[in-house]
């Protein structure tokens, strides 16, 4: 039995994750949403001998968020958990047109933070997966294009159900170790 944890598990596209996992009898769901996100002791029980980790935070500072989280996966020596980390798309300079990120007032502040995040995870030396996401939006799973990194990408709509599939697909499937891929609806 894998032990699955979600960070950020009171957002939509992570409840829905959460959802699809339940019940199956070869994961063991641990959500997280409570506690200071910013500190490894509010993780450290969380992180431990986790399988697979999901960050579903969002938003600015999602940095220290991570930083705090690898820092707690250091103390509890957990160095084979794979990371399955939800970005933006844009962080590479991939965009073929003009992104707007919902909510984010200094487009290049938020951009640096996602990039660091990414390195954090990158520098823990474990398996990732990054998905670079434009804007999520409520609507039912569609058909989806996904590019691999160093392609250029449009800026675009997932909705959090198509986004909620991707990431089980990863979990079960672990098709885009090591890759960060851009993700938009058809």
């Known amino acids: 039995m894998k032990t699955i944890l979600i960070l950020g598990a009171a957002q939509p596209v992570a409840k829905l994750v959460a959802a699809q996992l ?15 996100p910013h500190k490894a002791a509010a993780y ?15 938003g600015m500072d999602v ?26 798309s844009g962080i590479d300079g991939e965009l073929t047109n003009s992104a707007q990120y919902t909510g984010i007032q200094d487009k290049e502040k938020f951009l640096d933070q996602q990039r660091y995040a990414i390195k954090m995870i990158d520098e823990a030396e474990i398996p990732y997966t990054i998905l670079r996401v434009g804007n999520v939006i409520d609507g039912p799973k569609t058909d989806f294009t996904i590019y691999n990194e160093g392609n250029q990408i449009p800026f675009g709509n997932v909705s959090c159900e198509t986004l909620a599939t991707i990431v089980v697909d990863e979990i079960s499937n672990a098709a885009h170790v090591n890759q960060s891929i851009g993700i938009i609806e058809k």
């Open 63 to 88: 940095d220290w968020n991570i930083e705090a989280v690898t820092e707690a996966m250091r103390q509890q020596e957990n160095n084979s958990a794979r990371f399955i980390f939800r970005s933006v």
């Open 22 to 36: 339940q019940g199956q009898d070869q994961y063991n769901l641990r959500l997280w949403s409570t506690g200071d």
């Open 44 to 58: 450290m029980d969380a992180v431990k001998n986790a399988d697979i980790i999901y960050s579903d935070f969002t």
